[in-house]
């Protein structure tokens, strides 16, 4: 059975101007998300700037919400690491902490061959039970983690049950699909895209867009899976304004600062993130207002 079906928000991790995290914004923005029919909480992943977080903190973050969401949605933990032990590390520390599922981003910087990928989320998902999904996003890790990889991960490891599909290649992504034989649940990594990865047999979507869209983002999988694909389309192409503005730079810098004029956060970033250009700002606050959100 799949971890989650539908809109699972790729959720930020807000911060105080010193960079500490800011837990009583962080309630707010999951309180938020699940009044606003959010399917699942994904923590510490990329949007949730996990790769500058400490370990102490990564965990924290994670029990934090855990015990916030108290069992109303699935939580899925982000415990991807470039090092095998501290992923397995911290997967480990995720499930005693109650998550549901575990995503696990592709080595990066050392990176690895297929086999070395094979090899390496094997260990991980060896050493814990929780389902896992992973989490293959080329543009930032340097790696493909592909079709046959997944295909072949998931039909030999019993928790491994899907994947988080950021190349933005479709192309691929459907020969994912087409051999898959139904064993991969397919999340679409990109707002952009979530219908054409419906229409392919795909799960859902971990989302940016969801921060500051929940409803609207359930609803663009929500209506599909009602098969009113006219409608999801329409929700869909009604976004891409925004979409398109919320990658303006480099996620999630953009997202924090269309938080920050929702009034959900502050904007804080941990370096080497800095504030978002006024230019593009201008342009995101544009977007918003188009989409009603301002």
């Not at 807000?14 to 959010?38: K, S």
């Not at 501290?86 to 997967?91: E, H, Q, R, V």
């Not at 600062?257 to 250009?277: C, F, Q, V, Y």
Request: with cysteine.
């Amino acid at each position: 059975m799949s971890i989650f079906k539908g809109s699972g928000v790729a959720v930020v991790t807000p911060m105080h101007d010193n960079g500490e995290v800011n837990y009583e914004q962080f309630a707010r923005l999951l309180e938020f998300q699940i009044a606003n029919g959010t399917d699942a909480i994904i923590v510490c992943g990329t949007t949730g700037e996990s790769s500058t977080l400490t370990h102490e903190e990564h965990l924290d973050v994670i029990r934090y919400c855990v015990k916030t969401v108290a069992g109303r949605i699935p939580v899925v933990a982000g415990t991807g690491s470039n090092c095998t032990e501290t992923a397995i590390y911290l997967s480990r520390e995720a499930e005693s902490a109650g998550a549901d599922g575990l995503l696990l981003v592709s080595p990066y910087y050392n990176k690895a061959t297929q086999n070395g990928l094979y090899a390496h989320f094997k260990a991980i998902a060896d050493s814990v039970k929780l389902p896992v999904i992973l989490y293959n996003v080329p543009s930032r890790t340097g790696c493909n983690i592909l079709p046959e990889t997944v295909v072949r991960l998931c039909r030999d490891v019993e928790n491994i049950v899907g994947v988080k599909e950021a190349s933005g290649n479709i192309s691929q992504i459907a020969h994912l699909a087409a051999i898959s034989g139904g064993k991969v649940d397919i999340y679409s990594g990109n707002d952009d895209q979530i219908v054409p990865l419906l229409s392919l047999g795909g799960k859902g979507v971990i989302s940016v867009l969801a921060n500051v869209a929940p409803r609207q983002t359930h609803e663009i999988c929500q209506k599909f899976f009602d098969g009113d694909w006219a409608g999801s389309c329409k929700e869909q192409l009604d976004a891409m304004e925004l979409c398109e503005a919320l990658f303006s730079e480099v996620n999630p810098i953009p997202v924090k600062k269309a938080l920050e004029m929702m009034g959900l956060i502050d904007g804080g970033l941990r370096m080497p993130l800095s504030r978002m250009e006024p230019v593009h700002a201008e342009r995101l606050e544009k977007a918003m207002k188009t989409y009603g959100l301002l």
